[in-house]
């Protein structure tokens, strides 16, 4: 069982940066590939970024590809986002998730969920 609690979310403008962590609580953290998605209001929860067990491997939407890094940190069991070059369009709520298999982009694959952590990037 995990357990996952995201953070570093708020409001900026245009061009800036947040970097959002998640922290996990759970034996099996370092075993699983850790995703963030994000849900627009009234749109659907949409893949951003994906890391391996190990940290080696890395995936990413290409709407963010180039602006967001997704890392992990496996003793302080914790994955981070990196978003830098924020726009209006990357609004919505971002979720921290957990996956026992292998990474993937569906969210129905991701056994574990966080709360969501708000940003909102104004004009």
């Known amino acids: 069982q995990v357990q996952l609690v995201e953070s570093g979310g708020g409001l900026v403008q245009t061009g800036d940066s947040l970097r959002l962590s998640c922290a996990a609580s759970?034996?099996?953290?370092?075993?699983?590939?850790m995703g963030w998605f994000r849900q627009a209001p009234g749109k659907e929860r949409d893949f951003v970024a994906a890391?391996?067990?190990?940290?080696?491997?890395?995936y990413y939407a290409n709407s963010v590809k180039g602006r967001f890094t997704i890392s992990r940190d496996n003793a302080k069991n914790t994955v981070y986002l990196q978003m830098n070059s924020l726009k209006p369009e990357d609004t919505a709520v971002y979720y921290c998730?957990?996956?026992?298999?292998?990474?993937?982009?569906?969210?129905?694959?991701?056994?574990?969920w966080g709360q969501g952590t708000q940003v909102t990037v104004s004009s």
């Open positions: 998730a957990a996956d026992r298999r292998a990474m993937n982009t569906n969210p129905l694959y991701y056994d574990y």
């Open positions: 759970g034996r099996a953290f370092s075993t699983y590939t």
């Open positions: 890391i391996n067990w190990g940290g080696g491997n890395a």
